[in-house]
């Protein structure tokens, strides 16, 4: 069984997000070893100068380089990734495993995305769509995403 981390940068706050995203943790239980991650977003000023946000993203990448679990497949989410179709996410998820990788951590960045070193050392970067997304969305269209992907391997007519 795959153990399966999302690391995220900021924190639930809506309960429809926790309700929604508890749910996906529910299901997915049964498919995988699930840990979610919440690191605290760096605070910006209402209109940030670039070095302020690029200061905040070096310090947001510190934090989550502590966290990252050792070994295994780091998949960044970010607009400028892959975009993969459902059955594609669930080929590749099944690819890793067969390489041994029984270990996938997926980060999603705070409102401000992702410092570059980290996208740098993801095994696979990551789009939901070219669309933006507010990263507590996010968290819950990957979680769905996860639990589509170990349903298709599955044979399940969830997918249909």
Known sequence: MQ??????VGKLKERFYIDAAAEY??????????????????????????????????????????KLPRGGALVALCVEGKMLSSP????????????GQSQLTFLIGGSVGLHPSLKAQAD???SMSPMTFPHHLARVMLLEQLYRAYQIQAGSRYHK
């Open 3 to 8: 153990k399966v981390t999302v690391l995220c």
């Open 25 to 66: 943790a529910k299901r997915l239980s049964r498919h995988c070893r699930l840990e979610i991650l919440e690191l605290p977003e760096q605070r910006l000023p209402e209109d940030p100068t670039p070095g302020e946000v690029s200061a905040a993203l070096e310090r947001e990448a510190a934090a989550v380089r502590e």
């Open 88 to 99: 594609e996410l669930a080929k590749r998820l099944m690819d890793f495993g067969l390489a």
């Open 124 to 126: 696979l970067r990551l």
